[in-house]
């Protein structure tokens, strides 16, 4: 039965060519659906490259629509080190600014030397360089001491590092400790001490903060032991230590009336540092590791305290921070400046608002002390003309667009017709925009109630605009700004409310609906309806080509019978050769 599946083999007819003959000519419905789902598909994507030109001019006109587009104010500075801002309600004109003081902030200095000395006595033979409380850990390697070459380990002890250096300067320079004064003195008896080289690798020299004088005898600049920043509060190496915690360690402390709280067995004079930077009350706490102290300056500048409250035994007491261990306040200063020659004002900011100079929407950062500077308020059309721009683009992008979708041409008598050509609501669309773009304001002034009147006009060729006269725009931007601004704004009859409206209806309030949204809405579901008739075809053709084919094999299985048949009736009766 295979070989009779071969079309023709038995009857010489094709029958399989004619089947798909048919089934193609049957099939001409299905076909003409797939080509208008494909032109539906076109149209869908067509309209949706329409709703987003129309959505790039709603949000250009949204622009112009927008708050102190049109009365824009910009301020110019002549000197350097200052700046200036205005408002929409600054006034234009010149200002002179003269500064006698700048504003500082309040600092609030704790006492120095907070943390441990190195040693509670001058014998260091037991204090190693690896737990030296300084500010900044000496490293392991080579320093030289009077040109000689001395090795630096950190299990070291302060005494190996004296007894070190005076091995290797045979006995010239000496080193030694004073509790008293938490520093550290090499002596010469031959000439005058000379520190490091080029190629020294450990720090231990600034470490302990050494340096060459051009004498005999070198000594710490400053007390060496510090508090730890890293440590925890009870292991800081502080020399007062905190008691007024609970039996967990917790404790508080108040800046400026906030509570900061801490834990002494958990917190690091770090994390304390970073939580008060972070609260609210105000301050930035700095730890100086140069003099072993804490500072805390205001946020704010001008004559402002600082307030620290604790119980007695608490963290700030021990940090040096009240003013019972020798915390002080440096007040801050206030801005002192005169405008126009006028008397001196004060500002508790450098930046100079109207609050202190009375300068209405005028803001100036003022610069240097002594220093006069002009300070211009003028109008801003630099913003206006860039947002006219903008929206003169993307409606001429919008307009450009729907041209060449909907357009139809001749050539050589060959009709062609764009995908939106058949789509009247769309071309539509194009005209009720440029009625609307170029129709009059009404209530406004006979000389600027339309876009030509701000030298704005179509080009003549086509439907798109161009700025024709651009100085009569920048003209109008700035001696009527008031006037352009209502040609844009004014309610419910200025362009961009007018705009709104018919965006409105093409593309809804949020976009996606509207008669846009709808028109794909219908074409999709249209396609989803051809797509099912065409699945329903294509399956009744299938059955079709079944019962075809397999009637032809029938015929083709009788057609072989037969053939055999008279085979066999051939052989049995053979034809005489003399008949």
Same mark, same amino acid.
């Given at each position: 039965?295979?070989?009779?599946?071969?079309?023709?083999?038995?009857?010489?007819?094709?029958?399989?060519?004619?089947?798909?003959?048919?089934?193609?000519?049957?099939? !001409?419905?299905?076909?003409?659906?797939?080509?208008?789902?494909?032109?539906?598909?076109?149209?869908?994507?067509?309209?949706?490259?329409?709703?987003?030109?129309? /959505?790039?001019?709603? /949000?250009?006109?949204?622009?112009?629509?927008?708050?102190?587009?049109?009365?824009?104010?910009?301020?110019?500075?002549?000197?350097?080190?200052?700046?200036?801002?205005?408002?929409?309600?600054?006034?234009?004109?010149?200002?002179?600014?003269?500064?006698?003081?700048?504003?500082?902030?309040?600092?609030?200095?704790?006492?120095?030397?907070?943390?441990?000395?190195?040693?509670?006595?001058?014998?260091?033979?037991?204090?190693?360089?690896?737990?030296?409380?300084?500010?900044?850990?000496?490293?392991?390697?080579?320093?030289?001491?009077?040109?000689?070459?001395?090795?630096?380990?950190?299990?070291?002890?302060?005494?190996?590092?004296?007894?070190?250096?005076?091995?290797?300067?045979?006995?010239?320079?000496?080193?030694?400790?004073?509790?008293?004064?938490?520093?550290? !003195?090499?002596?010469?008896?031959?000439?005058?001490?000379?520190?490091?080289?080029?190629?020294?690798?450990?720090?231990?020299?600034?470490?302990?903060?050494?340096?060459?004088?051009?004498?005999?005898?070198?000594?710490?600049?400053?007390?060496?032991? !510090?508090?730890?920043?890293?440590?925890?509060?009870?292991?800081?190496?502080?020399?007062?230590?905190?008691?007024?915690v609970d039996g967990s360690g917790n404790g508080t402390f108040a800046v400026n009336g906030t509570d900061i709280a801490y834990n002494v067995n958990t917190d690091t004079l770090g994390s304390v540092i970073t939580r008060i930077n972070a609260s609210a009350a105000g301050v930035t706490a700095t730890f100086d590791p140069l003099n072993d102290r804490l500072l805390f300056t205001n946020k704010t500048t001008g004559d402002v305290g600082i307030s620290i409250s604790e119980s007695a035994g608490g963290l700030m007491g021990a940090l040096g921070l009240t003013t019972a261990t020798g915390a002080t306040l440096a007040r801050g200063?206030?801005?002192?400046?005169?405008?126009?020659?006028?008397?001196?004002?004060?500002?508790?900011?450098?930046?100079?608002?109207?609050?202190?100079?009375?300068? !209405?929407?005028?803001?100036?950062?003022?610069?240097?002390?002594?220093?006069?500077?002009?300070?211009?308020?003028?109008?801003?059309?630099?913003?206006?003309?860039?947002?006219?721009?903008?929206f003169i683009s993307a409606f001429n992008s919008l307009q450009s667009f729907v041209e060449s979708q909907t357009k139809v041409t001749s050539s050589n008598g060959k009709v062609t017709a764009a995908t939106l050509s058949s789509n009247r609501e769309v071309q539509n669309w194009a005209s009720q925009l440029r009625s609307t773009v170029f129709a009059s304001v009404p209530g406004l002034s006979a000389t600027l109630s339309r876009l030509d009147h701000l030298g704005i006009d179509f080009t003549g060729t086509d439907a798109t605009l161009r700025v024709k006269d651009s100085a009569k725009l920048e003209a109008a931007l700035k001696d009527r700004p008031t006037e352009v601004s209502a040609l844009f704004r004014q309610a419910s009859t200025g362009l961009a409310p007018r705009l709104?409206?018919?965006?409105?209806?093409?593309?809804?309030?949020?976009?996606?609906?509207?008669?846009?949204?709808?028109?794909?809405?219908?074409?999709?579901?249209?396609?989803?309806?051809?797509?099912?008739?065409?699945?329903?075809?294509?399956?009744r053709l299938v059955q079709r080509r079944a019962v075809l084919e397999s009637s032809f094999i029938a015929m083709e299985s009788a057609q072989s019978k037969i053939k055999n048949m008279q085979s066999q009736l051939s052989s049995a009766f053979p034809a005489s050769s003399n008949s």
């Open positions: 039965m295979a070989s009779l599946q071969l079309s023709g083999l038995v009857s010489g007819f094709d029958w399989k060519s004619f089947v798909d003959q048919l089934m193609s000519l049957e099939r !001409t419905p299905a076909s003409r659906m797939e080509t208008e789902i494909a032109n539906n598909q076109f149209k869908i994507t067509a309209l949706a490259s329409v709703e987003t030109r129309i /959505n790039d001019l709603r /949000n250009a006109a949204k622009a112009l629509n927008a708050d102190g587009v049109f009365d824009a104010r910009s301020a110019t500075v002549s000197g350097s080190g200052w700046t200036a801002s205005a408002d929409t309600t600054a006034l234009n004109g010149a200002y002179s600014f003269n500064v006698t003081q700048r504003a500082t902030a309040s600092t609030w200095t704790g006492a120095s030397n907070i943390g441990n000395r190195l040693a509670a006595t001058n014998d260091v033979s037991g204090t190693t360089l690896a737990n030296l409380g300084t500010a900044t850990a000496p490293t392991a390697g080579v320093v030289t001491v009077n040109g000689a070459r001395v090795t630096i380990g950190l299990s070291d002890s302060l005494q190996d590092v004296f007894n070190n250096i005076a091995t290797a300067t045979n006995g010239d320079v000496t080193g030694a400790y004073n509790a008293g004064t938490d520093r550290i !003195t090499l002596t010469s008896s031959n000439g005058p001490v000379v520190l490091g080289s080029a190629n020294d690798t450990s720090n231990l020299l600034s470490t302990l903060r050494l340096a060459n004088n051009g004498s005999g005898s070198v000594t710490s600049a400053a007390n060496l032991g !510090t508090a730890s920043a890293t440590a925890t509060l009870a292991n800081a190496r502080l020399t007062t230590a905190v008691t007024a200063l206030t801005t002192q400046y005169s405008v126009n020659g006028g008397p001196t004002v004060t500002s508790s900011s450098n930046i100079l608002t109207s609050a202190s100079h009375g300068i !209405t929407g005028l803001t100036v950062t003022a610069g240097p002390t002594g220093t006069t500077e002009a300070v211009t308020v003028k109008s801003d059309t630099s913003s206006a003309r860039a947002k006219i721009d903008t709104e409206t018919l965006f409105t209806s093409y593309v809804g309030l949020l976009g996606g609906s509207g008669l846009l949204g709808g028109s794909r809405t219908s074409l999709a579901a249209n396609n989803s309806s051809l797509t099912l008739q065409i699945a329903d075809i294509d399956r």
